[in-house]
């Protein structure tokens, strides 16, 4: 019985990586047929920043998360433990998010010596950001051994993404937005999702004293994000 469970929870992870690596592949030429290389530039270039203060923000906690996860066999325990980390990141994301609102015509000039990409650099950090918190999830669902609902939430978001993102190139012709309209709308739906699994799973719990013992721990590993 637990080789058919081992076989089956490989088999859902498998799905999940097919998935996620067949829709770039099948999409690629869709998108490069309406979006130039140059736009696609911009697109990293707004990506990297959103992912290096992201990071930042989030910490190293979902390295310790993952870690400590076992440690807290109590339910209301293990609770408390991901909601305290939660509100935590998303503060910073907040934070930093509000930061990167306020300063997105400095960061617009500075990266691409143009204003006119100020809300796309904003609208990549935000969907970046959301996607970080997204990952907390997963990682409950894969150290409980619940590959099912890994793969179903993994396979959902990048469903949303591609397919949002395919109809507002065709057939609004908003190019290289679509991508990050398509991660964002993508990335929040699943997050509601989510918010509304886990409402029915913990109880919210927030712990000072958890929260700063993940953080002495997660400190050191911040700049390896």
Not at 2 to 25: D, H, M, Q, R, W
Not at 97 to 126: A, D, P, R, W
Not at 178 to 199: D, E, H, M, P, T
Not at 200 to 211: A, G, Q, S, V
Request: glycine content about 4%; proline content about 2%; charged content about 15%.
């Amino acid at each position: 019985m637990e080789k058919i469970n081992v076989f089956k929870n490989a088999s859902f992870y498998l799905l999940t990586t097919f998935i996620g690596g067949i829709f770039p592949l099948i999409t690629l030429p869709v998108f490069t047929s309406y979006i130039s290389i140059e736009d696609f530039g911009i697109f990293s270039i707004a990506q990297v920043y959103s992912f290096f203060v992201c990071g930042i923000a989030n910490f190293g906690l979902t390295i310790i998360f993952e870690r400590e996860f076992f440690e807290y066999s109590n339910k209301k325990q293990l609770s408390k433990l991901f909601y305290s980390i939660i509100v935590f990141v998303s503060s910073l994301l907040l934070f930093f998010g509000i930061m990167t609102l306020i300063l997105k015509e400095i960061l617009s000039i500075f990266f691409f010596k143009s204003e006119s990409y100020q809300n796309f650099i904003f609208l990549s950090f935000v969907s970046v950001g959301i996607g970080s918190l997204k990952h907390y999830f997963l990682i409950y669902f894969k150290n409980k051994k619940d590959a099912k609902s890994f793969a179903f939430y993994s396979i959902i978001d990048v469903v949303l993404l591609y397919c949002i993102a395919m109809f507002m190139v065709i057939f609004l012709k908003l190019g290289i937005y679509a991508i990050i309209y398509g991660q964002f709308f993508g990335s929040v739906l699943v997050l509601i999702l989510l918010l509304v699994r886990f409402s029915k799973i913990f109880d919210f719990n927030f712990d000072k004293k958890i929260l700063l013992k993940a953080l002495k721990l997660s400190f050191p590993l911040t700049p390896k994000i």
